[in-house]
């Protein structure tokens, strides 16, 4: 109703607002209010970014960054002044436009993209008739058609998509929080270890930045979630006294963590149509929430059998990545529009 650009404005200002507010608490009362507000706008942030996503072309930009200051006040304020002036590059959602009339102003939007992605093809149209695209555009919208999250469950292939994909979040989140918060159960000291599992996800995202152009999203996403089970699995097995061997094994787990991780939020956002991926990102991003929740608690199974948790962290990410298997490929082929174009 409002376009993704309106929106995402909206839950940036909210966050940087909240963000400031939690930089300057004076109590914990303060801080946890606001960070819970922060983390509400920052939940429409992902939400919304990650579809713009598709204007970037066939290589997706899997990078992240990261910033230490010296007092955890001044951090988040620095944090909020730096990436504030980025907004201006974000571009308004295409489709949007034309449904709404703005068929140039989209038209503008796209050779940007184009011209930034090095497509020179795309940026030379013989002829361009607004009221071609808009003719088209209201051809193929049918009217007082709506989507909701049941729509998601209502043809057989896109419920088979948002079952497995749903599936596939809540074993990324799942495994990839267990292992953060297992820090002291590697034989590494707590604060080694997270300086390591902070610095191996910077190989991990530059290596899926080649692997899922080369191997595939669906074996990518798979396998590092099978391998992230895997090195969980194998340090129930290595004695205890091996301690250079256990954190070796550890710190590969976690960059496989990662990987998963970040390889999901591309492929999930390529599996869903387009009337349908905001939806299908909410639906997924719940389960991720999901698998994030029950990670902590799974520890407590360790009054029952001592390495009882760390199994069912493997079990459930081997499982979930196995379930990866089951979704279609998205390297190479054209975003679907519709339900029909995946049914």
Not at 60 to 79: D, M, Y
Not at 188 to 204: D, K, R, T
Not at 220 to 227: E, F, K, P, V
Not at 257 to 281: C, D, K
């Amino acid at each position: 109703r409002f376009g993704r650009k309106a929106m995402l404005l909206l839950s940036l200002a909210c966050s940087v607002i909240f963000g400031m507010l939690s930089a300057a608490s004076v109590s914990y009362l303060m801080m946890a209010i606001t960070r819970t507000l922060t983390g509400v706008a920052l939940s429409g942030v992902s939400l919304i970014v990650l579809p713009l996503g598709k204007y970037v072309g066939r290589r997706p930009p899997l990078f992240s960054q990261g910033h230490v200051s010296g007092e955890w006040k001044t951090w988040r304020i620095n944090r909020n002044t730096v990436f504030s002036p980025h907004i201006r590059w974000v571009p308004e959602s295409a489709r949007w436009l034309i449904a709404n009339g703005k068929v140039k102003q989209a038209h503008r939007n796209l050779l940007r993209c184009a011209r930034m992605n090095g497509r020179k093809e795309f940026t030379l149209f013989p002829s361009f008739h607004p009221s071609q695209a808009l003719r088209k555009m209201t051809t193929d919208k049918k009217p007082g058609e709506s989507y909701s999250y049941i729509s998601l469950f209502r043809t057989p292939v896109l419920r088979k998509i948002s079952l497995c994909s749903g599936a596939v979040w809540f074993g990324v989140a799942f495994s990839y929080y267990g292992m953060s918060l297992n820090l002291t159960g590697f034989g590494l000291n707590m604060y080694l270890s997270q300086f390591v599992f902070g610095v191996i996800e910077i190989p991990a995202k530059m290596i899926m930045y080649v692997l899922v152009n080369r191997a595939g999203r669906r074996r990518s996403q798979a396998w590092t979630l099978i391998l992230t089970g895997l090195c969980i699995g194998a340090n129930v097995i290595i004695p205890k006294p091996f301690t250079a061997v256990r954190s070796v094994v550890a710190i590969m787990g976690k960059g496989f963590s990662e990987a998963a991780f970040t390889t999901v939020f591309l492929y999930t956002s390529e599996l869903y149509p387009t009337v349908l991926r905001q939806n299908g990102m909410g639906y997924t991003s719940f389960m991720a929430r999901l698998g994030g929740s029950l990670a902590p608690l799974v520890f407590l199974l360790d009054e029952v059998w001592r390495s009882l948790p760390e199994v069912t962290y493997c079990g459930v990410a081997v499982c979930c990545g196995s379930v990866a298997f089951l979704l279609p490929e998205t390297l190479n082929v054209r975003l679907p529009e519709g339900i029909e174009d995946i049914e």
